[in-house]
T-cell receptor, first 112, second 114 residues
Framework: EAQVTQNPRYLITVTGKKLTVTCSQNMNHEYMSWYRQDPGLGLRQIYYSMNVEVTDKGDVPEGYKVSRKEKRNFPLILESPSPNQTSLYFC???????????FGDGTRLSIL | GDSVTQMEGPVTLSEEAFLTINCTYTATGYPSLFWYVQYPGEGLQLLLKATKADDKGSNKGFEATYRKETTSFHLEKGSVQVSDSAVYFCALNRGSGGYQKVTFGIGTKLQVIP
């Protein structure tokens, strides 16, 4: 089954404690993105990747890092999380850059 | 920069009513346009798409036409069902070989009552 898998689904943590949200896709897609979803703001793109070792900033990259060492994986790293990063996060992938994306089920992060 | 405007709602309709959710956009170039649907506790799913002006996307009774002259991509359905209750997102994608810039609207919550 074609899918994008995110882990964890839920996480409550404290300010400053580094965390990583993993994302993996099994469709051999070139393009992957991370989004955050906040009430009244919709989804906003954090980072995207065009291929292994190639990433670029989206609209709200501050406070986040990403890496793409393997084609299937695209982890999101919060090195020093702060309460304003409390949000619902989605990973997505697509084969081509202007094609529909497949989304994971989301990761709800609470930073206390 | 790019932007997508849609009403937040909630939009409350009775079953079998006609649905319109407006979406307008600003963007450079010729983006692809999408409607995604999000059911509670789930990720977004593609509902329909259009890749160039005058294209009509359709799926599950929903339709939207890419109108370049009015920069719009309004979502319509002739007769909604309770199972259509969800949040609907309009999105534009300016993607090419070297980048993938995706901009979403704020989402419109639809509630369909029996």
């Amino acid at each position: 089954e074609a899918q994008v898998t995110q882990n964890p689904r839920y996480l409550i943590t404290v300010t400053g404690k580094k965390l990583t949200v993993t994302c993996s896709q099994n469709m051999n897609h070139e393009y992957m993105s991370w989004y955050r979803q906040d009430p009244g703001l919709g989804l906003r793109q954090i980072y995207y990747s065009m291929n292994v070792e190639v990433t670029d900033k989206g609209d709200v990259p501050e406070g986040y890092k990403v890496s793409r060492k393997e084609k299937r994986n695209f982890p999101l790293i919060l090195e020093s999380p702060s309460p304003n990063q409390t949000s619902l996060y989605f990973c997505a992938s697509s084969l081509f850059p202007n094609q529909p994306q497949h989304f994971g089920d989301g990761t709800r992060l609470s930073i206390l | 920069g790019d932007s997508v405007t849609q009403m937040e709602g909630p939009v409350t309709l009775s079953e079998e009513a006609f649905l319109t959710i407006n979406c307008t956009y600003t963007a450079t170039g010729y983006p692809s346009l999408f409607w995604y649907v999000q059911y509670p506790g789930e990720g977004l799913q593609l509902l329909l798409k259009a890749t160039k002006a005058d294209d009509k996307g359709s799926n599950k009774g929903f339709e939207a036409t890419y109108r370049k002259e009015t920069t719009s991509f309004h979502l319509e359905k002739g007769s909604v069902q309770v199972s259509d209750s969800a949040v609907y997102f309009c999105a534009l994608n300016r993607g090419s070989g070297g980048y993938q810039k995706v901009t979403f609207g704020i989402g419109t919550k639809l509630q369909v009552i029996p």
